[in-house]
């Protein structure tokens, strides 16, 4: 089973739809984030936490919220998609020890 | 604006010639991180840079951390048709708490 797992891995949804995109973890690290991918431009900071209660804008959150229901679960939600949100979300997460990135398998969004 | 700057974003070679790609920050890095993500998959980490000069090796590639900790490289020698796929670099800043990905270096080696 895989450490860090992301639901759905593909969403297809409609302009102004609520969408939540959950992350789950097993390896026990306090640390979580989420990234979005978009061809060309590498990973960017949505969201980070570094413990349940604490919740941190990345470079680019706007349109975009978190909540840390535990310390094994992250969830991102798009309020009201919109299209050029549509892209690859990555969930992480890390042990401050070695500061590793692990990554889920991804969720795919498609907003039309 | 782009905090790491990653070079070039693309390379295509033949089976068995060299590989390099390029960070660079225009502020100083705590650390550095290299990634691998294949074709369809999710980025996993290779290696973390700290020191400055600091040079480590895994096998065929290898791995720089300048002196003044604005930039790096990872050099693959021999490519082979498995190191396929988008190497990102990502630069640690502010005690290592963020980190700044580049835009990654997609390579692509023919047999």
């Known amino acids: 089973d895989a450490d860090v797992t992301q639901t759905p891995r593909n969403r297809i949804t409609k302009t102004g739809k609520r969408i939540m995109l959950e992350c789950s973890q097993t390896k026990g690290h306090d640390r979580m984030y989420w990234y979005r991918q978009d061809p060309g431009l590498g990973l960017q900071l949505i969201y980070y936490s570094f413990d349940v209660k604490d919740i941190n804008k990345g470079e680019i959150s706007d349109g975009y919220s978190v909540s840390r229901q535990a310390q094994a679960k992250f969830s991102l939600s798009l309020e009201s998609a919109i299209p050029n949100q549509t892209a690859l979300y990555f969930c992480?997460?890390?042990?401050?020890?070695?500061?590793?990135?692990?990554f889920g398998e991804g969720s795919r969004l498609t907003v039309l | 604006g782009q905090q790491v700057m990653q070079i070039p974003q693309y390379q295509h070679v033949q089976e068995g010639e060299d590989f390099t790609t390029y960070c660079n920050s225009s502020t100083t890095l705590s650390n550095i991180q290299w990634y691998k993500q294949r074709p369809g998959g999710h980025p996993v980490f290779l290696i973390q840079l700290v020191k400055s000069g600091e040079v480590k090796k895994q096998k065929r590639l290898t791995f720089q951390f300048g002196e003044a900790k604005k930039n790096s490289s990872l050099h693959i020698t021999a490519t082979q048709t498995t190191d396929v796929g988008t190497y990102f670099c990502?630069?640690?800043?502010?005690?290592?708490?963020?980190?700044?990905f580049g835009s990654g270096t997609k390579l692509n080696v023919k047999p």
């Open positions: 990502a630069g640690g800043k502010y005690n290592f708490n963020k980190f700044y």
């Open positions: 992480a997460t890390s042990d401050p020890r070695n500061r590793e990135l692990f």
